[in-house]
């Protein structure tokens, strides 16, 4: 079980109404909200989040804008507050990290992925958005690796809690979701938010948070999404659609709103009505998207692990693992923390911080006084029995969204659709 460690939550001010929903410059003022809550040009959030089932999407029809436009989203957002997160190209990978321009994007540039294989190439593309899938998801800025909890001072022979009121937290625009991340953050919602007890420094940032979806016209190699009903084409949880186009008719972006804060984005953009042709094709890119390798048998999958619990492939997986936790640490769901508490060398300064953990850790099991899952078999074991078949029990869904960052970041090549259809059958999963 993961360790959650709780801090005070903040009080909320109450958001005032707004005048006239339907107003032109009613719909303006609302994009710089996350979820209704007001961004001032310094980053800082303030006011409740709003329903997003406010948004009324009857008779709304998808809009189409130029490229140049994508440069005006970016310049709109930064102005009204938001630090802007898209994909880039780093370190031989797209990674998502602040963007100021359309020039920081990975333009004519797409990825190639395979079971502990990716690498990027040129594709002679315009495409902003012609890669399949960023190397890391959006979790880090949501739920982040390492947070401070609090901080202690000794004086006069006593500790001293410090002054550990958090700082603000920067209003973030996530540009270039797909639909798989947009199920995976609906999912740490569920486990972050949804339970009795909120943790509220996810949603601090979840509740600032604007989203731009871009739909996938192409998929990986180890994309499985639409085994899951997470993907490919993106349903909900957006405030502003993207669907890239490049063919014979040009360069050009159907664009949709989710939110009333995006449909404010909307009204500032020099967009026009799409067209059925353009709608068209923006179908038919997304169901490109849909040709995929590799496919996950659900059906009964949960009962049918907990069934298997002594089965030889798993002995087969563990001789392979190297317990690394690159698996856990790419997932966009996974979200269990331990707590560290260090100390200066004059142990007159003590911090307490959360910290990402992995079941793949000896410590991660350890109770009163050992661990109670010492090898690799029993922590793969336990990974993929909780993600496939535990989650449900606790949260009502599959824990996995089929990004497949787990198969591609595996240094020994293990593919969890291979390893449950292995299981199912009855046979041998060859190794990588």
Same mark, same amino acid.
């Given at each position: 079980?993961?360790?959650?460690?709780?801090?005070?939550?903040?009080?909320?001010?109450?958001?005032?109404?707004?005048?006239? =929903?339907?107003?032109?410059?009613?719909?303006?003022? *609302?994009?710089?909200?996350?979820?209704?809550?007001?961004?001032?040009?310094?980053? +800082?959030?303030?006011?409740?989040?709003?329903?997003?089932?406010?948004?009324?999407?009857?008779?709304?029809?998808?809009?189409?804008?130029?490229? $140049?436009?994508?440069?005006?989203?970016?310049?709109?957002?930064?102005?009204?507050?938001?630090?802007?997160?898209?994909?880039?190209?780093?370190?031989? $990978?797209?990674?998502?990290?602040?963007? +100021?321009?359309?020039?920081?994007?990975?333009?004519?540039?797409?990825?190639?992925?395979?079971?502990?294989?990716?690498?990027?190439?040129?594709?002679?593309?315009?495409?902003?958005?012609?890669?399949?899938?960023?190397?890391?998801?959006? +979790?880090?800025?949501?739920?982040?690796?390492?947070?401070?909890?609090? $901080?202690?001072? +000794?004086?006069? $022979? @006593?500790?001293?809690?410090?002054?550990?009121?958090?700082?603000?937290?920067?209003?973030?625009?996530?540009?270039?979701?797909?639909?798989?991340? *947009?199920?995976?953050?609906?999912?740490?919602?569920?486990? /972050?938010?949804?339970?009795?007890? =909120?943790?509220?420094?996810? @949603?601090?940032?979840?509740?600032?948070?604007?989203?731009?979806?871009?739909?996938?016209?192409?998929?990986?190699?180890?994309?499985?999404?639409?085994?899951? #009903?997470?993907?490919?084409?993106?349903?909900?949880?957006?405030?502003?659609? /993207?669907?890239?186009?490049?063919?014979?008719?040009?360069?050009?972006?159907?664009?949709?709103?989710?939110?009333?804060?995006?449909?404010? *984005?909307?009204?500032?953009?020099?967009?026009?009505?799409?067209?059925?042709?353009?709608?068209?094709?923006?179908?038919?890119?997304?169901? *490109?998207?849909?040709?995929?390798?590799?496919?996950?048998?659900?059906?009964?999958?949960?009962?049918?692990?907990?069934?298997?619990?002594?089965?030889?492939?798993?002995?087969?997986?563990?001789?392979?693992?190297?317990?690394?936790?690159?698996?856990?640490?790419?997932?966009?769901?996974?979200?269990?923390?331990?707590?560290?508490?260090?100390?200066?060398?004059?142990?007159?300064?003590?911090?307490?911080?959360?910290?990402?953990?992995?079941?793949?850790?000896?410590?991660?099991?350890?109770?009163?006084?050992?661990?109670? =899952?010492?090898?690799?078999?029993?922590?793969?074991?336990?990974?993929?029995?909780?993600?496939?078949?535990?989650?449900?029990?606790?949260? #009502?869904?599959?824990?996995?969204? #089929?990004?497949?960052?787990?198969?591609?970041?595996?240094?020994?090549?293990?593919?969890?659709?291979?390893?449950?259809?292995?299981? =199912?059958?009855?046979?041998?999963?060859?190794?990588?």
């Amino acid at each position: 079980m993961a360790t959650r460690a709780q801090t005070p939550r903040v009080p909320r001010k109450k958001r005032e109404p707004s005048p006239t =929903r339907n107003s032109p410059r009613a719909a303006a003022e *609302l994009t710089s909200k996350g979820n209704g809550s007001q961004s001032q040009p310094d980053g +800082k959030p303030r006011g409740k989040a709003a329903p997003v089932n406010e948004f009324d999407r009857t008779n709304l029809r998808p809009a189409i804008i130029a490229p $140049a436009q994508l440069e005006k989203i970016i310049a709109t957002l930064l102005s009204d507050g938001f630090e802007v997160i898209g994909p880039t190209v780093r370190d031989g $990978a797209i990674t998502y990290e602040p963007v +100021k321009s359309v020039s920081d994007l990975p333009t004519g540039w797409t990825d190639e992925q395979e079971p502990a294989r990716y690498r990027l190439k040129k594709s002679g593309s315009p495409a902003f958005f012609g890669y399949s899938l960023g190397a890391q998801s959006w +979790k880090p800025y949501l739920h982040p690796a390492e947070v401070r909890l609090f $901080a202690a001072e +000794k004086r006069d $022979a @006593a500790f001293h809690i410090l002054n550990n009121d958090s700082a603000p937290t920067v209003s973030r625009a996530f540009l270039g979701v797909r639909a798989c991340e *947009l199920a995976a953050i609906k999912a740490q919602d569920r486990v /972050l938010l949804g339970d009795k007890y =909120r943790d509220p420094i996810y @949603a601090s940032r979840r509740e600032s948070a604007f989203i731009i979806a871009v739909q996938c016209s192409h998929a990986a190699a180890t994309c499985f999404c639409l085994s899951l #009903g997470a993907g490919p084409k993106v349903g909900e949880g957006f405030d502003l659609l /993207l669907t890239e186009l490049v063919d014979q008719t040009g360069h050009r972006f159907v664009v949709k709103p989710g939110t009333d804060r995006g449909l404010g *984005l909307l009204a500032r953009l020099d967009a026009k009505p799409a067209s059925e042709a353009d709608l068209a094709a923006g179908e038919s890119a997304v169901a *490109l998207a849909a040709n995929q390798q590799r496919k996950l048998d659900t059906a009964g999958l949960k009962e049918f692990l907990y069934e298997t619990f002594e089965h030889p492939q798993w002995d087969k997986i563990a001789a392979r693992c190297l317990s690394c936790a690159n698996c856990t640490m790419s997932c966009p769901t996974c979200f269990c923390t331990t707590v560290d508490d260090a100390t200066d060398v004059t142990g007159t300064h003590a911090e307490r911080w959360r910290r990402w953990d992995s079941c793949f850790t000896q410590s991660f099991s350890y109770i009163h006084g050992g661990s109670i =899952r010492t090898s690799g078999k029993a922590r793969y074991r336990q990974w993929m029995t909780h993600k496939l078949a535990a989650w449900t029990d606790q949260f #009502g869904s599959s824990g996995c969204v #089929g990004c497949g960052r787990c198969i591609t970041w595996c240094p020994a090549a293990i593919d969890i659709t291979e390893e449950v259809r292995a299981m =199912r059958e009855g046979g041998v999963c060859a190794d990588a």
